[in-house]
């Protein structure tokens, strides 16, 4: 049969089988705390927090955030010649025992729903993989709610854009100081702060910073302590009207 090709397509070319959808494993609440959310007996994740409970199991995140976002910290740096020492998303370390050295990596996870909510967590093991997965477990159990208002003087605009006030936290040699900037401003921080400031829902920020800022690790739990502490700071009632959230 001439003009009939003989093959439909060529090689390489072929369109891929859609991958079946893998079923999502279904949760199984192992602690009383994570039955009392499954049973629907607790309804909010401020609800856990208000009753001062402590998170063992990171499914109850997901449960109150499903659509909760993960970023990794780059705290490693590649090996080699030509420029090598570009940043990694894992760090590894080597321990000398008798058989040669041992590998471990390190990565450091920042989980949020960009409204408010934000963790922070740290995972290390002998694979890769695992210490990825432990980290983002790590963070999901670490989640804090953050206030967030207009806390500049030069807008005033009353919607939570910003922080409330200047906070300020620090870990080794970093001293991080965050402050509430007008709207528009956007995020004039270091890269790195700027994805806990995003995955917290805040969209203008101005930072001083001091400390050897290559210590990415220190960075971010000195970034986190300053979130952290616009929650931690009760605010009078006539500051509500600048939008507080
Ligand atoms: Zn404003």
Same mark, same amino acid.
């Given at each position: 049969?001439? *003009?009939?090709?003989?093959?439909?397509?060529?090689? *390489?070319? &072929? +369109?891929?089988?859609?991958? +079946?959808?893998?079923?999502?494993?279904?949760? @199984?609440?192992?602690?009383?705390?994570?039955? @009392?959310?499954? %049973?629907?007996?607790?309804?909010?994740?401020?609800?856990?927090?208000?009753?001062?409970?402590?998170?063992? @199991?990171?499914?109850?995140?997901?449960?109150?955030?499903?659509?909760?976002?993960?970023?990794?910290?780059?705290?490693? /740096?590649?090996?080699?010649?030509? *420029? %090598?020492?570009? &940043?990694?998303?894992?760090?590894?370390?080597?321990?000398?025992?008798?058989? $040669?050295?041992?590998?471990?990596?390190?990565?450091? =996870?920042?989980?949020?729903?960009?409204? $408010?909510?934000?963790?922070?967590?740290? $995972?290390?093991?002998?694979?890769?993989? +695992? =210490?990825?997965?432990?980290?983002?477990?790590?963070?999901?159990?670490?989640?804090?709610?953050?206030?967030? =208002?207009?806390?500049?003087?030069?807008?005033?605009?009353?919607?939570? !854009?910003?922080?409330?006030?200047?906070?300020?936290?620090?870990? *080794?040699?970093?001293?991080?100081?965050?402050?509430?900037?007008?709207?528009?401003?956007?995020?004039?921080? !270091?890269?790195?702060?700027?994805?806990?400031?995003? #995955?917290?829902?805040?969209?203008?920020?101005?930072?001083?910073?001091? %400390?050897? #800022?290559?210590?990415?690790?220190? #960075?971010?739990?000195?970034?986190?302590? =300053?979130?952290? /502490?616009?929650?931690?700071?009760?605010? +009078?009632?006539?500051?509500?009207?600048? %939008?507080?959230?």
């Amino acid at each position: 049969m001439a *003009g009939r090709p003989r093959f439909k397509h060529r090689k *390489g070319r &072929r +369109p891929r089988r859609p991958r +079946p959808e893998r079923p999502k494993p279904v949760w @199984e609440p192992k602690t009383r705390l994570g039955k @009392e959310v499954k %049973g629907g007996k607790i309804t909010s994740f401020d609800e856990i927090k208000l009753r001062g409970k402590k998170l063992l @199991e990171s499914e109850i995140v997901d449960f109150f955030f499903p659509d909760i976002k993960t970023e990794f910290v780059l705290v490693g /740096q590649s090996k080699g010649k030509f *420029g %090598g020492g570009a &940043r990694r998303m894992y760090k590894t370390t080597q321990k000398k025992v008798r058989e $040669g050295s041992r590998t471990k990596f390190t990565y450091v =996870a920042i989980v949020g729903n960009e409204d $408010g909510y934000i963790g922070l967590g740290k $995972g290390a093991s002998r694979e890769s993989m +695992p =210490a990825r997965e432990r980290s983002v477990k790590n963070a999901k159990l670490n989640l804090i709610k953050i206030v967030r =208002a207009c806390g500049s003087w030069d807008c005033g605009c009353a919607k939570p !854009h910003s922080i409330p006030f200047k906070v300020s936290g620090k870990c *080794g040699s970093v001293r991080i100081t965050l402050m509430p900037a007008p709207r528009g401003t956007g995020l004039a921080v !270091h890269d790195e702060i700027k994805k806990f400031l995003r #995955l917290a829902g805040v969209s203008d920020a101005w930072s001083v910073t001091k %400390g050897e #800022l290559r210590s990415r690790l220190n #960075l971010a739990y000195a970034v986190f302590a =300053a979130l952290k /502490q616009t929650s931690e700071m009760s605010i +009078p009632e006539s500051f509500k009207k600048w %939008g507080v959230k």
